[in-house]
């Protein structure tokens, strides 16, 4: 599904990413953990080809393409999707509006016809339903007055919708509460399925305990040290990230 | 006509000359005091010329351009354009009248004033001169102003193809009224550009309520000049919205003066969309003068190529508890420029003044420029006022999160620029025009993607 192999990324004139190999299968939930600094959001940045994050070095293959020439949205018609660390508002763009212009812009680029209004609405509230997304939430403009757990929500509600065959969670479990983070884990969850593999990015071990993944690496100074089962998370959470340094240099 | 080539850097001589030629045909040529009144504001504007730069007012919009074409007064054009069709805005059956005019000419067989309530006066100048001459006598007195205000002087002395508008005290029309002013399809002899010189007359009585939609438009790439002066009053609890949409031809030049008056309880609310003319110029002069008035002043300016857009305030606050909000939104591509001087006067006495005024500017180029100018004056206690003026980029973050979604840049680019005109727009309360308007930034979207490619 996914393969890094000796990924280097700068950004502006630092390096940040110095070698990272990375292998997802098909179905399989990956989670990356790493203290601040170490990489984790330029990582995702870089999958997602944002500007400014400029590959110095090795390949990225998605699906067996290079994912690297790739815009960002032909990336997410490919099936990459990017959840965000920090969803942008978007003020003066109602969120039905914008996820309607999402996916069918996706959907154009995969080949499949577009939804009109009707259809596209009995879509939305079927999947807005299962995630618990009020409809005035679908009227607002884009997470504009949304409370953190609801700009996360909006963000599953966008995957579920997009169908994506990889799905890069960014430090999904910042700024929620308990509560709210099981709501968008089991969001989530409810998402796994044998075709559509997940990179879950995150500083904690917290969002593993909802997110369980089949394995986890640790990625410090730029490059993937140490992989294991999700037993890993658990050892990283008690000795904490210190105990690596000496393996990332 | 040849002589009027080699106008001097203030246009002066060749005013004059062409007034000569003019003054016979001009609306009122038999009618002494308007004979009065336009030689008066003629020797105004003899004695200071257009503006220029050196005028504080005028620092960043020049009219050198102007002074150098050999404009002729388009009363003394030979043949109308008929065959044009003139773009209109709102439905016919969704308007209380429309006045057409093609090249400053009435053109009465696309003009009809169907559901207009009795009692209105709505007429084009020369008609109102032979059927309320004292009314509009009355109106261009009450006002005069011509001193040191040398284009409002100029629009005196010319004063041709306008408009009167008065709704009695208490009547409401429903419907707005619609004012579609095509130019820039004839020249007059010997090919030169016309110089049209429009007076706007609305006045709205005591409690009566009126919307007035003016449609400045030019198909086109011919040189003309049209120098608009709008004379509003709002009576005490009446009120007015006014529409402007500003869709001038790419080398027309463009300046209204705007003067409105707005009483107690009046509500003025006035919004200009300025898409059109090489150079363009809204030169607003609002007094407050009644308690409790309040005034809406907003706008969008969507700019690209070398085009120039000024848009030029003054809003008196001279009694208390008086309202505005001003909000302005504009969208400046390629080397064109876009200029905004908004002055907020609070005058001594005019306490629990209420007074709000932006102006925010998206630069999609490297070339786009603004000068934003936003001044409160206040010689007041407790009042509430606030101004701001900001200049920025589409949103980086915003436009990556579209695209990582699958909207392509084109349409992310769009869809913020949508967005970001959207709370001006939303002060249009006319659902038919802020639809026709939002239509309106897409079409110019869509010019702008052409143009690039």
Same mark, same amino acid.
Request: hydrophobic share 40%.
């Given at each position: 599904?996914?393969?890094?192999?000796?990924?280097?990324?700068?950004?502006?004139?630092?390096?940040?990413?110095?070698?990272?190999?990375?292998?997802?299968?098909?179905?399989?939930?990956?989670?990356?953990?790493?203290?601040?600094?170490?990489?984790?959001?330029?990582?995702?940045?870089?999958?997602?080809?944002?500007?400014?994050?400029?590959?110095?070095?090795?390949?990225?293959?998605?699906?067996?393409?290079?994912?690297?020439?790739?815009? #960002?949205?032909?990336?997410?018609?490919?099936?990459?999707?990017?959840?965000?660390?920090?969803?942008?508002?978007?003020?003066?763009?109602?969120?039905?509006? &914008?996820?309607?212009?999402?996916?069918?812009?996706?959907?154009?680029?995969?080949?499949?016809?577009?939804?009109?209004?009707?259809?596209?609405?009995?879509?939305?509230?079927?999947?807005?339903?299962?995630?618990?997304?009020?409809?005035?939430?679908?009227?607002?403009?884009?997470?504009?007055?949304?409370?953190?757990?609801?700009?996360?929500?909006?963000?599953?509600?966008?995957?579920?919708?997009?169908?994506?065959?990889?799905?890069?969670?960014?430090?999904?479990?910042?700024?929620?509460?308990?509560?709210?983070?099981?709501?968008?884990?089991? !969001?989530?969850?409810?998402?796994?399925?044998?075709?559509?593999?997940?990179?879950?990015? %995150?500083?904690?071990?917290?969002?593993?305990?909802?997110?369980?993944?089949?394995?986890?690496?640790?990625?410090?100074?730029?490059?993937?040290?140490?992989?294991?089962?999700?037993?890993?998370?658990?050892?990283?959470?008690?000795?904490?990230?210190?105990?690596?340094?000496?393996?990332?240099? | 006509?040849?002589?009027?080539?080699?106008?001097?850097?203030?246009?002066?001589?060749?005013?004059?000359?062409?007034?000569?030629?003019?003054?016979?045909?001009?609306?009122?040529?038999?009618? #002494?005091?308007?004979?009065?009144?336009?030689?008066?504001?003629?020797?105004?504007?003899?004695?200071?010329?257009?503006?220029?730069?050196?005028?504080?007012?005028?620092?960043?919009?020049?009219?050198?351009?102007?002074?150098?074409?050999?404009?002729?007064?388009?009363?003394?054009?030979?043949?109308?354009?008929?065959?044009?069709?003139?773009?209109?805005?709102?439905?016919?059956?969704?308007?209380?009248?429309?006045?057409?005019?093609?090249?400053?000419?009435?053109?009465?067989?696309?003009?009809?004033?169907?559901?207009?309530?009795?009692?209105?006066?709505?007429?084009?100048?020369?008609?109102?001169?032979?059927?309320?001459?004292?009314?509009?006598?009355?109106?261009?007195?009450?006002?005069?102003?011509? %001193?040191?205000?040398?284009?409002?002087?100029?629009?005196?002395?010319?004063? +041709?193809?306008?408009?009167?508008?008065?709704?009695?005290?208490?009547?409401?029309?429903?419907?707005?009224?619609?004012?579609?002013?095509?130019?820039?399809?004839?020249?007059?002899?010997?090919?030169?550009?016309?110089?049209?010189?429009?007076?706007?007359?609305?006045?709205?009585?005591? !409690?009566?309520?009126? %919307?007035?939609?003016?449609?400045?438009?030019?198909?086109?790439?011919?040189?003309?000049?049209?120098?608009?002066?709008?004379?509003?009053?709002?009576?005490?609890?009446?009120?007015?919205?006014?529409?402007?949409?500003?869709?001038?031809?790419?080398?027309?030049?463009?300046?209204?003066?705007?003067?409105?008056?707005?009483?107690?309880?009046?509500?003025?609310?006035? &919004?200009?969309?300025?898409?059109?003319?090489?150079?363009?110029?809204?030169?607003?002069?609002?007094?407050?003068?009644?308690?409790?008035?309040?005034?809406? &002043?907003?706008?969008?300016?969507?700019?690209?190529?070398?085009?120039?857009?000024? %848009?030029?305030?003054?809003? +008196?606050?001279?009694?208390?508890?008086?309202?505005?909000?001003?909000?302005?939104?504009?969208?400046? +591509?390629?080397?064109?420029?876009?200029?905004?001087? !908004?002055?907020?006067?609070?005058?001594?006495?005019?306490?629990?003044?209420?007074?709000?005024?932006?102006?925010?500017?998206?630069?999609?180029?490297? !070339?786009?420029?603004?000068?934003?100018? #936003?001044?409160?004056?206040?010689?007041?206690?407790?009042?509430?006022?606030?101004?701001?003026?900001?200049?920025?980029?589409?949103?980086?973050?915003?436009?990556?999160?579209?695209?990582?979604?699958?909207?392509?840049?084109?349409?992310?680019?769009?869809?913020?620029?949508?967005?970001?005109?959207?709370?001006?727009?939303?002060?249009?309360?006319?659902?038919?025009?802020?639809?026709?308007?939002?239509?309106?930034?897409?079409?110019?979207?869509? +010019?702008?993607?052409?143009?690039?490619?």
């Amino acid at each position: 599904m996914l393969e890094i192999r000796n990924l280097h990324a700068r950004v502006q004139d630092a390096e940040i990413l110095k070698g990272l190999d990375l292998s997802i299968g098909p179905g399989e939930v990956h989670a990356v953990m790493g203290p601040n600094g170490s990489g984790k959001s330029t990582l995702s940045y870089v999958l997602a080809g944002r500007d400014g994050y400029e590959v110095t070095e090795g390949t990225v293959r998605f699906r067996g393409r290079d994912l690297l020439e790739l815009d #960002p949205e032909e990336r997410a018609g490919e099936g990459v999707f990017l959840a965000f660390q920090y969803p942008v508002e978007i003020p003066g763009v109602a969120n039905t509006t &914008f996820l309607r212009e999402s996916l069918n812009a996706v959907r154009r680029y995969r080949g499949e016809p577009e939804l009109d209004a009707i259809k596209f609405l009995k879509v939305l509230r079927e999947r807005a339903r299962k995630l618990g997304v009020a409809d005035d939430m679908l009227k607002r403009a884009i997470n504009v007055g949304f409370s953190g757990g609801e700009k996360k929500r909006n963000e599953v509600l966008q995957m579920a919708l997009l169908e994506p065959a990889l799905a890069v969670l960014d430090e999904t479990d910042s700024g929620l509460d308990v509560d709210a983070l099981r709501t968008v884990a089991d !969001g989530v969850n409810a998402l796994r399925s044998p075709d559509r593999s997940m990179l879950v990015i %995150t500083h904690y071990q917290r969002l593993l305990h909802y997110i369980v993944p089949d394995v986890v690496h640790v990625l410090m100074g730029g490059r993937i040290i140490r992989s294991g089962g999700a037993e890993l998370a658990l050892e990283v959470e008690e000795k904490g990230y210190g105990t690596y340094v000496g393996e990332a240099a | 006509m040849n002589s009027m080539i080699g106008a001097t850097a203030t246009g002066v001589p060749s005013w004059l000359r062409s007034h000569e030629d003019a003054q016979a045909r001009l609306p009122g040529a038999d009618r #002494p005091w308007l004979c009065e009144r336009r030689a008066e504001a003629l020797a105004a504007f003899a004695a200071s010329g257009l503006p220029t730069r050196r005028n504080e007012a005028w620092k960043y919009t020049d009219l050198k351009a102007l002074g150098s074409v050999p404009l002729m007064p388009a009363v003394t054009m030979p043949e109308p354009a008929t065959a044009c069709p003139v773009p209109t805005v709102l439905a016919d059956d969704d308007v209380a009248a429309r006045l057409v005019f093609v090249d400053g000419r009435v053109r009465p067989d696309l003009s009809h004033s169907r559901d207009l309530p009795a009692g209105v006066v709505f007429a084009d100048l020369t008609a109102g001169l032979s059927r309320h001459e004292a009314l509009l006598e009355h109106c261009l007195g009450h006002r005069n102003g011509i %001193t040191g205000r040398s284009l409002l002087a100029l629009n005196t002395a010319f004063m +041709d193809g306008g408009f009167m508008l008065r709704v009695p005290r208490g009547v409401r029309i429903a419907k707005p009224i619609e004012i579609d002013r095509l130019s820039g399809q004839a020249r007059g002899s010997d090919g030169a550009p016309l110089a049209h010189h429009p007076r706007i007359i609305v006045w709205i009585e005591d !409690g009566a309520e009126a %919307t007035v939609l003016e449609n400045w438009a030019g198909g086109g790439d011919a040189v003309y000049f049209n120098n608009a002066v709008a004379d509003v009053w709002v009576g005490n609890a009446a009120r007015l919205r006014h529409y402007r949409l500003q869709d001038e031809g790419a080398a027309a030049f463009h300046v209204t003066t705007l003067r409105a008056e707005v009483g107690r309880d009046g509500d003025y609310e006035t &919004f200009s969309f300025s898409t059109g003319a090489r150079l363009s110029r809204l030169d607003a002069d609002i007094g407050l003068a009644g308690t409790g008035a309040h005034v809406g &002043f907003g706008g969008v300016f969507m700019m690209r190529g070398r085009q120039h857009c000024d %848009t030029t305030s003054v809003i +008196d606050h001279h009694v208390p508890h008086t309202a505005c909000r001003e909000v302005f939104k504009g969208v400046i +591509d390629g080397n064109a420029r876009g200029v905004f001087q !908004g002055r907020l006067v609070v005058h001594p006495g005019a306490d629990k003044t209420d007074g709000q005024q932006s102006c925010r500017t998206l630069l999609l180029s490297d !070339g786009a420029e603004i000068d934003a100018k #936003p001044e409160l004056e206040i010689y007041a206690d407790d009042v509430k006022c606030s101004h701001g003026a900001t200049a920025g980029q589409l949103d980086d973050n915003a436009l990556f999160f579209l695209r990582a979604r699958g909207i392509d840049e084109r349409t992310a680019r769009r869809l913020l620029i949508e967005a970001f005109l959207a709370d001006a727009l939303d002060q249009i309360s006319l659902p038919a025009l802020r639809t026709r308007l939002t239509e309106r930034v897409e079409e110019w979207m869509r +010019d702008r993607r052409e143009e690039h490619e």
